[in-house]
């Protein structure tokens, strides 16, 4: 089984400050890695997903992501936020080898104010 | 571009009620989910559905939870008899691709609120 923690439950930032938010897995075996973001009063929205390869993932609205095997992460980063990047984000892991379920972390919300 | 919608946004119903939550996947997907949250936790795995059965389920989808594809477009989790513990919001999620790599694309949740 995996499972997700992300260590922050809440992020405040200030906008055009860049921000992190962390996320750590723990799986026995290899796995495919995803961000999602929930903006207020919507549904889940895929931000960028790791599957294989180069371990720098970029997404949408300016996001990008590192895959790091040996620490076991998967952290998501922005150089620079927008007010409108106020949302909950959500990191998730997938084993990639058979027929396995998305698991989600508890989720970070991240608040960007002027 | 396709979403996946679903009905209602939001429910009120008593405990022991039976509560039937709708979703319409995209229309070429194969593959049909359920996750729930309750508020200020993680998201979780209810069900899925592959070919008209239940590919898996967790602890969570007891003998109180179903699902069914009752036509080519809906997919429906019904909840027999609420709790309390049952409300969350619900998210449905359908995919296309092979299910170890394709996105899971997900609605815009039915709130569920038992009294």
């Known amino acids: 089984a995996q499972s997700v923690t992300q260590l922050d439950s809440q992020v405040p930032v200030f906008e055009e400050a860049p921000v992190e938010l962390r996320c750590n897995y723990s799986s026995s075996v290899s796995v495919y890695l995803f961000w999602y973001v929930q903006y207020p009063n919507q549904g889940l929205q895929l931000l960028l997903k790791y599957l294989s390869g180069s371990t720098l993932v970029k997404g949408i609205n300016g996001f990008e992501a590192e895959f790091n095997k040996s620490q076991t992460s998967f952290h998501l980063r922005k150089p620079s936020v927008h007010i409108s990047d106020t949302a909950e984000y959500f990191c998730?892991?997938?084993?990639?080898?058979?027929?396995?379920?998305?698991?989600f972390g508890k989720g970070t919300m991240l608040l960007v104010s002027p | 571009e396709p979403e996946v919608t679903q009905t209602p946004s939001h429910q009120v119903t008593q405990m022991g009620q039976e509560v039937i939550l709708r979703c319409v996947p995209i229309?070429?997907?194969?593959?049909f989910y359920w996750y729930r949250q309750i508020l200020g936790q993680k998201v979780e795995f209810l069900v899925s559905f592959y070919n008209n059965e239940i590919s898996e389920k967790s602890e969570i989808f007891d003998d109180q939870f179903s699902v069914e594809r009752p036509d080519g477009s809906n997919f429906t989790l019904k909840i027999r008899s609420t709790k309390l513990e049952d409300s969350a919001m619900y998210f449905c999620a359908s995919s296309g691709q092979g299910i170890n790599t394709g996105e899971l694309f997900f609605g815009e949740g039915s709130r569920l609120t038992v009294l």
């Open positions: 229309s070429n997907h194969l593959y």
């Open positions: 998730a892991v997938r084993m990639n080898s058979g027929y396995s379920t998305l698991t």
